[in-house]
């Protein structure tokens, strides 16, 4: 029983441990990762796990905040201007005025099965309609309509609209998003205010979402 207990709470520790690293690193998505980044995040899997197979906290410990210092150091080198081209891929233009580069394709390892995937997934069935099509050095498709081929906006119409800032969460499961009141210019004692007069006296216990929409009216969602 000790055994199960001691081999449970190892196995809590390196979860944590683990997470705490990862976060520390980047806040990613695994498909926008670099290679060193997606590269160092395997081996601290492996290393963070060690104690689960030979007891030794402490070498893993060390060897995962190591290749986190690692990591931290190649992804600010990785910035400077020099050896960004070495450290991370390059955009490709793969599609250019409605004609496919096979060439940059074959060099890419990408097959026209692939590469029609991509663009149905941005809403384009036919190259024809395409002026470029970028491969992102994160592995992301970009891809540019024809002039004659991109949706109409209120500015190509001479309609004139007014900027309307973004509905923003200033309560969350009963607690004041402090960051976001100091966005919106707000305080503390205008918000109680607002609550009050919708009847809400103890927004913590009576509140689980407060939000601010685009036209500045409080919107409250009761617990």
């Not at 309609?129 to 498709?141: C, F, K, Q, S």
């Amino acid at each position: 029983m000790q055994t199960v207990l001691t081999y449970s709470v190892r196995v809590v520790l390196v979860y944590f441990f683990t997470y705490l690293s990862t976060r520390i690193l980047t806040k990613k998505a695994i498909a926008q990762m670099t290679a060193y980044e997606i590269a160092g995040l395997m081996v601290i899997g492996n290393v963070a796990a060690e104690p689960l197979v030979d007891k030794v906290m402490i070498k893993s410990v060390y060897g995962t905040g190591l290749l986190i210092l690692l990591m931290l150091i190649t992804s600010k080198i990785a910035v400077t201007a020099k050896f960004t081209k070495v450290m991370e891929h390059s955009a490709s233009i793969i599609i250019n005025d409605g004609q496919i580069d096979f060439n940059e394709l074959r060099r890419l390892n990408i097959s026209l099965n692939v590469l029609f995937g991509m663009l149905r997934q941005q809403g384009f069935d036919r190259v024809s309609d395409i002026e470029a099509a970028v491969l992102e050095p994160n592995g992301t498709l970009s891809v540019f309509a024809k002039a004659q081929n991109r949706p109409v906006t209120k500015k190509d119409m001479n309609i004139n609209v007014c900027d309307k800032p973004i509905s923003m969460p200033l309560i969350m499961n009963g607690r004041i998003v402090k960051e976001n009141l100091e966005y919106v210019g707000r305080s503390e004692v205008w918000l109680v205010e607002e609550l009050k007069k919708q009847g809400i006296k103890d927004y913590t216990n009576e509140v689980f979402l407060v939000e601010l929409d685009s036209s500045w009216n409080v919107i409250t969602y009761r617990k």
